[in-house]
Every structure is written in structure tokens, then in C-alpha cells.
């Protein structure tokens, strides 16, 4: 079965420090997500893509965050410069068309600590 | 935006034991979602319901639309169903989720 992968697993970084969070996305599915959920909190939407732009994002993705769709496969999340709040799960979800439509499909995650 | 419930916020079962998750939205919904968020804190899709009714296994649920709740049940729990139950309706462009049921079975 088609899945979401995201890597790497676990990163931990320095404050002030640039990290890359990659993600494949299902092949066939055109919208793309990043949410984070901070530990013990609930999942947390951040931003959604679609057509190589972003087309919403929440008031978490400020001009620290940024993402790309380098090539025809993967989904990447920039923070440019880490602060220890932005510790945190990562996941990357993606669907065939909106989400009101149709089912996300979420990846394992990346655990993000900043130290 | 939309608001998300979930009842209760804390279960304890012994093994065996049977239980309902309850999900509360306060507006009208075109999708919603169970999740399993496991020990390693990945989350595992169970459901996509915007109405009706599914099982799969032990696990089923129902989404009664026109009056605003979901309901996950799971039958015969087994130590490895312990975990927080997320669900989640469409926002705007996006899964909003609730804070979720912690489940844990205990041999």
C-alpha cells in the first residue's frame, strides 16, 4: 500500500541552526500538508501546497518557515533558524484532492529537538 | 473555526474490556478522521467516516452527521490499542484536530 515517507526519523539541532524536513508524498496525490503537534499537545496544522504554491497556512508558519518542491517526488520544510519552542513532532500528510473530500495520509513523523 | 471535543480525555481498561470514544464538532463537516497515535508517536489513519458506519476488527465507528459526533468503539482491547485516539474534521484546507482520548489497557 502507497505511504507517506518522511525523513530523518529524529533530528536534533542547535538554536539558530537551519534544519531540512523532507517528506515523499504519495505519487498520485496532489495537495500537500505540514503539521506539528509539540509533546503532549494536539496536531497542529501549519501550511498546505498545492500547484508548486502554498495555498493556506496557519498563523505557526511565520517568515522562519518556508517549503519546496524541489524535484517531482519530494516535499521539503525549511526553519531557518531554530528555537527551542520549535521542538516538536513533524508530519507531512497528503491527498489525492482537498482536504474536505478526501482522506489525508499522514507519515511517521520527524521528532525535531532543538537544544 | 470549527471546534473539536473528545470525551473522555483520560481511559483506563483492563484487558478485554470494551469502550466508546466520543468526538463532538461544532459545525457541519464533509470529512472527518480517526487517528491512533502510537507509542513511538506515529499516527496511524483508522478511519475516514463523514457519516455512515465502518469496522474494521475490533474497531468500528459511526459519524452521525446531522447531529455533530463521531463515535470510535473498540470491542475485546488488547494492550497494543494503548495510545491517544485523535480525531479530526476538515477546517480550512486542512485537518483540524481535537486534544484527544489516552487510552490504556492494562493486562
Known amino acids: 500500500e502507497p505511504e507517506v515517507t518522511q525523513t530523518p526519523s529524529h533530528q536534533v539541532t542547535q538554536m539558530g541552526q537551519e534544519v531540512i524536513l523532507r517528506c515523499v508524498p504519495i505519487s498520485n496525490h496532489l495537495y500537500f500538508y505540514w503539521y506539528r503537534q509539540i509533546l503532549g499537545q494536539k496536531v497542529e496544522f501549519l501550511v498546505s501546497?498545492?500547484?508548486?504554491?502554498?495555498?493556506?497556512k496557519s498563523e505557526i508558519f511565520d517568515d522562519q518557515f518556508s517549503v519546496e518542491r524541489p524535484d517531482g517526488s519530494n516535499f521539503t520544510l525549511k526553519i531557518r533558524s531554530t528555537k527551542l519552542e520549535d521542538s516538536a513532532m513533524y508530519f507531512c500528510?497528503?491527498?489525492?484532492?482537498?482536504?474536505?473530500?478526501?482522506?489525508?495520509?499522514f507519515g511517521p513523523g520527524t521528532r525535531l529537538t532543538v537544544t | 473555526g470549527i471546534q473539536v471535543e473528545q470525551s473522555p480525555p483520560d481511559l483506563i481498561l483492563q484487558e478485554g474490556a470494551n469502550s466508546t470514544l466520543r468526538c463532538n464538532f461544532s459545525d457541519s463537516v464533509n470529512n472527518l478522521q480517526w487517528f491512533h497515535q502510537n507509542p513511538w508517536g506515529q499516527l496511524i489513519n483508522l478511519f475516514y467516516i463523514p457519516s455512515g458506519t465502518k469496522q474494521n476488527g475490533r474497531l468500528s465507528a459511526t459519524t452521525v452527521a446531522t447531529e455533530r459526533y463521531s463515535l470510535l468503539y473498540i470491542s475485546s482491547s488488547q494492550t497494543t490499542d494503548s495510545g491517544v485516539y485523535f480525531c479530526a474534521v476538515d477546517g480550512k484546507d486542512a485537518l483540524n484536530f481535537g486534544k484527544g482520548t489516552s487510552l490504556l489497557v492494562t493486562p
Open positions: 501546497f498545492y500547484n508548486n504554491e502554498i495555498s493556506e
Open positions: 500528510a497528503s491527498t489525492q484532492g482537498g482536504v474536505y473530500l478526501y482522506e489525508q495520509y
